[in-house]
């Protein structure tokens, strides 16, 4: 269940974001899903990452495009999990590259691949 997720999330970023992660792992914890993405800067973000304006432009624009794609994104979660997607939260370490999403679920789930 946890690859499932993990392949979804890279499939979401590649069509959605335009570029996939360099690594994705993802974790079922209870009645959370977390997944937790490096390398997800494309060279153009990563070159406004050297100023201060440009980290928080990077951050607004990448909350702005997750807006736009969460019910597709939790829709695959749930489907996958069999448990319905109650919230996503989100958040981005800009000058890591790094991205993480929370999922919460409306039950406890028993991952297969722990």
Do not use: H, W, Y
């Not at 494309?42 to 990077?58: C, F, N, S, Y």
């Amino acid at each position: 269940m946890e690859n499932a997720i993990r392949n979804a999330v890279i499939k979401f970023e590649q069509e959605f974001m335009g570029r996939g992660p360099d690594e994705v792992r993802a974790f079922i914890v209870r009645d959370l899903v977390v997944v937790r993405l490096k390398g997800v800067l494309t060279p153009a973000e990563r070159q406004l990452a050297k100023t201060v304006e440009g980290i928080d432009m990077v951050k607004r624009l990448r909350q702005n495009l997750i807006a736009q794609g969460r019910d597709k994104l939790c829709e695959q979660v749930s489907e996958i999990t069999g448990a319905k997607t109650l919230a996503l939260f989100t958040d981005i370490d800009v000058q890591l590259s790094e991205r993480v999403f929370v999922f919460t679920l409306d039950r406890e789930i028993q991952s297969g691949s722990q």
